[in-house]
Each structure stands twice: as C-alpha cells, then as structure tokens.
C-alpha cells in the first residue's frame, strides 16, 4: 500500500510546503495555501493505463515528422485564431468569464466537425445531459449527428469513453470539476488539476484526437489553477466580452501551431455566437457624425485590419487631483500621451477630466492608435469634430514625433473599403502609395497632425 503524506499546496502557483504559510512566498499570494492529501506515487507518473512507457534517446534523424493536417472546424472565426483548425494529438484550453459562451462556443464546434463525418465526445461535469441537449436543440444542432454526451467527473470514465467512441475531438467541460480517484484532495485544486491534464495529456498524443478543455477564470481575468496548466497545454484561447456588449472576441496567448496575433469576432444571440466576417462595419455602424472627440483608428490584429472607433471627453474638473478614465486602452499610456499634448502643443489639460473609451468593448494594445487617442482628446478639448472620412494611424514617442507601424497599407485598403477617403500617416512612411482615392497626409509630430485636422 502507498504510502500517505500531508502537503500544503498554494492553489495560485502549486508551490507545495510541509505546513501551512499566510503568505506564497513564491507568487507572493496570501492565505492561498490548502491542506491536500495525496501518496506517494501520484497516478501521473505511471500513466493514465498504470505502465509507464519504455522510452530510450532518438537521433533526430530517425524521427517521423508529424504529418498531421489541421481539421477545419467549419466556424471562419474559431479556425482563424486556431491557425486553421484543430490539429489531431493537439490540447487546446479555453478559459474566460462566466456566462461568456464558453460552453456555447465548444458545442456549436462539436456540431459543425460532427457534420462533416466526425465523431465528438462532450464530457461535463456541470451540467446533466438533459440540460446539455436543451442548449444544443437550442443552437440547432441535430441530434442525429455523431455528438456523444458524457456526464461524468472522473478522469478514469472520461478515459474509458474515449477508448470505447475513439472520436475526434473530446471536449472537458470544465477541467475544474473532473478529479483522479488517486488523490484524495477536492476537485480543482492544483494536485487535482496537474494529475487530470496530465492524464488526459497522455490519452491525447496517443490517438490522433484533439482535446479542448474548458477552465474557469479568477476573479482577475486569469485562468484557474497553476501556470503549469498552461505550459502542458498546445493552445491557450481567450474568451474576452464585456457584460453589457453582444459582442465576444476570441484571442490565443500561446498557440504552437500558429500566430497569437490573430483576432476572432462574434456576436452572441439568442441561437447562438455567429461569427462577424467584417468587424469594422459592425464597430462603426452607430458612429455619430460631426461629434468631437470621436476617431477612426485603424489598429491591426494579427493579419486582419479593423477600423473603430475611439472617443474622448474632456470637462472642467473641480477636483484637486483630475480624473483620467479609461476603457480598452491602456491608462498609463494614456496619462504619457497626455503629457507629450500639453508638452508639444500647449493645451492646458492639467485641471481637466479626461475620458478615452473604445466603442463596442474592444481593447487595443497597439501603438499605432497613439495618434488616435491625441486625436480624439485634442478633438473634445477644442470641441471641433474630426473632419469625415478620415481615419488617423500612427505611434507617439514621447517627444511629440510621430513614429512609422507596419502593415500601413492593409490598414488604409481597409479602411477605403468602408468609404474613407483620408488618412493622417507618419511622415516617415510617405513614401507608401494608398488605394485609389484615398488622399495620404503626412504628419511628423502632434502638432502638424492636429494641423491637418483643423
């Protein structure tokens, strides 16, 4: 009989000690440590069967390249933040907020690969399989299709049902409830955790299946369990949305078979998340015309281009220290462009109020909507509208000069797609010829950019 041993396991990192700590002195977080009990040979480290596999040193000249395609999905938006699709022996995890279409998003997928003669394994341990076929009737999905349902919280059943249906993809809904009967601690804590993931790791690289497990997130947007959850896993996608907005955008962090950079946008309804094709008309569809403070910007995810919008509003503030709010951009860059505007051209901003937001719940990290943000803040400051058909690209460094982005003439063939017929560019890129019709104005810092906007 194994022998048993008491640990104490930090639940945000997987540091373990032999008593209990106020405070990880590993990740720094407090009154994270938990009492787990577990023995000595963790079922990990034999293997899901209970025989560890005989593996001996291979001159990489002998190894079989991996010849394995992606499996398109059939969702345009899924498959482009995927690289392509699914790769068969590959594990992807989907974490996000409550509520946000994680479950909805995995099922509609199970639906359209079962639609195109594959064979899918949903696995939950949240909901019962009345409950499950209730949402799919409700996205439409046929229940004549090759979707099996399996509502179990062991790893040892989930593995058996996989060996039995042999399907193509295996969705675990969440990874936060599924436990190993070798431990005795409670299902997702961080023993817990490593030992299913590792299991299910096992089962996946074994059979040419893909695995996409759904996690919980904490109550600061990260995924739940420790980080190693993440470096065991091939994919790691996040499901952003803010509460009030139709709108979710699917965006990978790590992903070993293709770019991170890539952006997936939809729409929750009633049947479900439908995929938007062309995200900058969808953002721009309410934009007020001739209103100050309001911007076209044009930041580039991944390959694709889109145009949003971006306000600002600047107000008298009658506070000692003036409020600088912000939503979808960065606030500490933010407070440094509006320091390089009093700066560079003067305006007194000092005893002001100033709110940035991207309109539709978008959050843009680029720098190429620096010159947007001066923009839409000198725009409100100065209550004169930004002239139509006019979208604004380029970076500000701290001097007031405007610096060259890439991908300049995707993002101008973009935005003449949509009707404008101007744009404000570095001057370093003048060089760059735009689409037909469209009147290049070059900018070399804030200054003759607020200039040409005037």
Avoid at 382 to 405: D, F, H, M, S, W
Wanted: hydrophobic fraction near 40%; charge should be neutral.
């Amino acid at each position: 009989m194994a022998k048993v041993k008491t640990q104490f396991v930090c639940q945000s990192c997987g540091s373990a000690a032999p008593k209990w700590l106020g405070r990880c002195p590993d990740c720094g977080a407090w009154n994270s440590y938990q009492e787990e009990t577990c023995a000595a040979e963790p079922a990990a480290a034999r293997g899901w069967s209970g025989q560890a596999a005989a593996t001996h040193p291979v001159r990489l000249a002998e190894i079989e390249a991996a010849t394995g395609h992606p499996i398109p999905i059939g969702i345009g938006e899924l498959d482009r933040v995927l690289g392509g699709g699914l790769i068969p022996g590959s594990m992807v995890l989907l974490g996000g907020d409550p509520g946000i279409g994680k479950s909805t998003i995995a099922l509609q997928a199970l639906a359209h690969l079962a639609g195109n003669g594959h064979r899918g394994l949903y696995a939950t341990g949240e909901e019962s399989a009345a409950q499950v076929k209730r949402r799919a009737l409700r996205l439409g999905v046929d229940p004549e299709q090759s979707v099996f349902i399996l509502t179990e919280n062991t790893v040892d059943a989930v593995a058996r049902a996989i060996q039995d249906l042999n399907p193509t993809i295996c969705i675990i809904d969440s990874i936060q409830t599924i436990y190993s009967s070798a431990l005795t601690s409670a299902p997702g804590t961080v023993s817990q955790l490593r030992e299913v993931t590792t299991q299910l790791l096992y089962l996946t690289k074994a059979r040419p299946m893909a695995t996409l497990l759904i996690g919980h997130v904490t109550k600061d947007g990260t995924l739940a369990g420790p980080k190693v959850l993440e470096h065991m896993v091939d994919t790691v996608l996040y499901f952003e949305g803010e509460r009030g907005h139709q709108y979710r955008l699917l965006r990978a962090v790590k992903n070993r078979f293709g770019s991170t950079n890539e952006l997936g946008v939809f729409e929750m309804t009633g049947e479900g998340l439908r995929e938007v094709s062309n995200p900058s008309e969808l953002f721009l569809a309410e934009r007020p015309a001739h209103a100050a403070g309001s911007v076209v910007i044009a930041p580039l995810e991944g390959t694709r281009p889109m145009l949003v919008e971006l306000q600002a509003l600047v107000s008298h503030s009658g506070l000692a220290n003036p409020r600088r709010t912000v939503i979808g951009v960065e606030g500490a860059r933010v407070g440094l462009l509006i320091a390089v505007l009093e700066r560079i051209t003067g305006l007194a901003l000092h005893d002001q109020d100033v709110f940035v937001n991207v309109a539709g719940g978008l959050k843009i990290a680029e720098p190429a909507s620096d010159l947007g943000i001066v923009t839409a803040i000198a725009s409100s400051f100065r209550n004169r509208p930004v002239p139509e058909r006019t979208v604004v690209i380029g970076e500000v460094g701290l001097t007031g000069e405007v610096r060259a982005v890439v991908g300049l003439e995707t993002r101008m063939t973009e935005a003449h797609k949509l009707g404008f017929r101007r744009a404000i560019v570095p001057k370093g890129q003048a060089g760059i010829k735009g689409p037909k019709g469209m009147e290049l104005t070059t900018a070399g810092n804030v200054a003759e950019a607020l200039e040409c906007l005037s």
